[in-house]
């Protein structure tokens, strides 16, 4: 069996990476309010206008702080209209209101709050 070089390994991990991005591992439907969903989630699209709880979810998106700092957004709720697709690290979605389809890559086992 042949070993492969730098450059193939290099390319098969790109291959793998980005076949994860557009083929997910598994896609979940959100829609219910006040029940936290956890991932990770890489991406997420609004299947109507949807409004993400921050305050009780990790979006893994930042919002500036005092002076040039940066911090975990955890003040204003994000408000996704229908059809947006937003990419983050979503460690956990909550909405407020509306639909939201949530896609992980392979191997993760997407948790409910009971």
Known sequence: MAQQTNTERIL???HDVMLDTIEPG???????????????FYAITALSDAVIDVSECNTGIKQKA?????????????TVI?????????????????????YARKGVTVTVEA
């Open 66 to 78: 005092a002076g040039a700092a940066l911090e975990d957004l955890n003040a204003t709720n994000i």
């Open 82 to 102: 229908q059809g947006m697709t937003i990419y983050s690290h979503f460690e956990s979605i909550n909405l407020d209101s509306g639909s939201i389809l949530a």
């Open 26 to 40: 598994s896609t979940t439907l959100i829609d219910e309010a006040d029940k936290e969903f956890t991932g990770p």
């Open 12 to 14: 098969s991990n790109l």
